[in-house]
């Protein structure tokens, strides 16, 4: 493999938070919600796909005795750079969470409508408590209010790709935060 070439779709795709900046960031949040949940077994509940990368770095560096964890699929966006507004289940929990103390493990909080689906129907799965972490938030763009209990970072309202997060199911792997800037086009019907 060569050192010197990079990928030519990486060029195009500016830096948002380096590969250092979040894994600072993550570290930071396990030991901020290692201590919140002391003495208690929490569930982290990944949402699918985007937040896999996330919650495999932070499980990691959380100090916690009784940690278990699920996925649940949530998709939202298919081959947009716009949410079409409707989550849907694309994979359901494997196991109840009735009772449990509950973290639902997100990768971006942006209109705030996968945010409120996903408080409904887990809520009403009736856990013990339901919190959310999200790795970033883009509150400019919110449709409904949302808000979520740990923040990783709170960004401007650009498209953001890597760490997990795609864009028509590409660019999960890149280990940053990148934007992907987009034709003209693209923002032209809106919604
Ligand atoms: P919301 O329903 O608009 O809040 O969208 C949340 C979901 O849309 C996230 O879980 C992501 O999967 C996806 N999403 C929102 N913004 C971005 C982005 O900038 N890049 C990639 N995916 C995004
Ligand atoms: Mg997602």
Redesign the pocket.
């Known amino acids: 493999m060569s050192l010197t070439a990079e990928p030519k779709t990486q060029n195009q795709l500016e830096i948002l938070l380096d590969a250092e900046t979040v894994a600072r960031r993550v570290r930071e949040l396990a030991a901020q919600i290692s201590a919140d949940y002391r003495g208690r077994p929490l569930r982290l509940v990944g949402?699918?796909?985007?937040?896999w990368m996330f919650l495999a770095d932070l499980i990691r560096h959380m100090d916690l005795e009784e940690i278990s964890v699920d996925f649940l699929g949530?998709a939202?966006y298919g081959r947009s750079t716009k949410s079409s507004g409707e989550a849907r289940i694309t994979k359901d929990l494997d196991q109840s969470i009735e009772g449990l103390e509950v973290l639902i493990v997100?990768?971006?909080l942006d209109t705030g409508e996968?945010f409120n689906y996903l408080q409904e129907i887990l809520g009403a799965r009736r856990p013990k408590s339901l919190k959310a972490v999200v790795l970033l938030d883009k509150p400019s763009r919110r449709t409904r209010p949302a808000h979520a209990d740990y923040v990783g970072f709170t960004i401007p309202d650009a498209f953001v790709i890597g760490y997990g997060?795609d864009y028509a199911e590409n660019y999960r792997q890149l280990p940053d935060v990148r934007v992907l800037h987009l034709p003209k086009l693209e923002g032209v019907k809106g919604k």
């Open positions: 949402i699918l796909k985007g937040a949530v939202s997100e990768d971006i996968t997060l």
